[in-house]
T-cell receptor
Framework: GENVEQHPSTLSVQEGDSAVIKCTYSDSASNYFPWYKQELGKRPQLIIDIRSNVGEKKDQRIAVTLNKTAKHFSLHITETQPEDSAVYFC??????????FGKGTMLLVSP | NAGVTQTPKFRVLKTGQSMTLLCAQD?????MYWYRQDPGMGLRLIHYSVGEGTTAKGEVPDGYNVSRLKKQNFLLGLESAAPSQTSVYFCASSYFRPRNNEQFFGPGTRLTVL
């Protein structure tokens, strides 16, 4: 089955800095890669996703890049703000199967 | 729309007790899922359902059973709770679409087994 590795497990940045979270996947047939954000005590929510036929996708301050050859994808957050502090999960899926999540990255943005 | 709701929000059980967690969604989603979340372990899939009357095992199914008698409801049962089942349980639902199946999560149930 699919295996998703996520790094780093924790990330501390100063407000205004950029943050990058990286994930690798094992199944070369995976074709959908979502990112979820989970604030403390809340439910995970989708923030951005990318499909295998696209190399990069942006939505305001967040972007995701995908390298199918290397089987890795990354989340980029620019101009970080304290409200970006949360746990971020990457995931991968092939076709009609189920999502496999990474173990999460706790992002702390200090004012 | 309420989205995905879970009942109860908190529960404390003694070892060996049983309980059922209820998940309900009003988005007419075909797929429903049960995850458990433990510190440092991410979200692990327990069981899932691709439609009314069908269920399938996920990554960590042992000690749990599920039922989906109605499309909008997905029940997770613990027949004989163990301390290792102390966790936060999330239900989720999604449409039946490959490459575009955003999962909508419920608020979670915090379960402690003593």
């Amino acid at each position: 089955g699919e295996n998703v590795e996520q790094h780093p497990s924790t990330l501390s940045v100063q407000e205004g800095d950029s943050a990058v979270i990286k994930c690798t996947y094992s199944d070369s047939a995976s074709n959908y890669f979502p990112w979820y954000k989970q604030e403390l005590g809340k439910r995970p929510q989708l923030i951005i996703d990318i499909r295998s036929n696209v190399g990069e996708k942006k939505d305001q301050r967040i972007a995701v890049t995908l390298n199918k050859t290397a089987k890795h994808f990354s989340l980029h957050i620019t101009e970080t703000q304290p409200e970006d502090s949360a746990v971020y999960f990457c995931a991968a899926i092939r076709g009609y199967s189920t999502l496999t999540f990474g173990k999460g990255t706790m992002l702390l943005v200090s004012p | 729309n309420a989205g995905v709701t879970q009942t109860p929000k908190f529960r404390v059980l003694k070892t060996g007790q049983s309980m059922t967690l209820l998940c309900a969604q009003d988005m007419n989603h075909e797929y429903m899922y049960w995850y458990r979340q433990d510190p440092g372990m991410g979200l692990r899939l327990i069981h899932y359902s691709v439609g009314e009357g069908t269920t399938a095992k996920g990554e960590v199914p042992d000690g749990y059973n599920v039922s989906r008698l109605k499309k909008q409801n997905f029940l997770l049962g613990l027949e004989s709770a163990a301390p290792s089942q102390t966790s936060v349980y999330f239900c989720a639902s999604s449409y039946f679409r490959p490459r575009n199946n955003e999962q909508f999560f419920g608020p979670g149930t915090r379960l402690t087994v003593l």
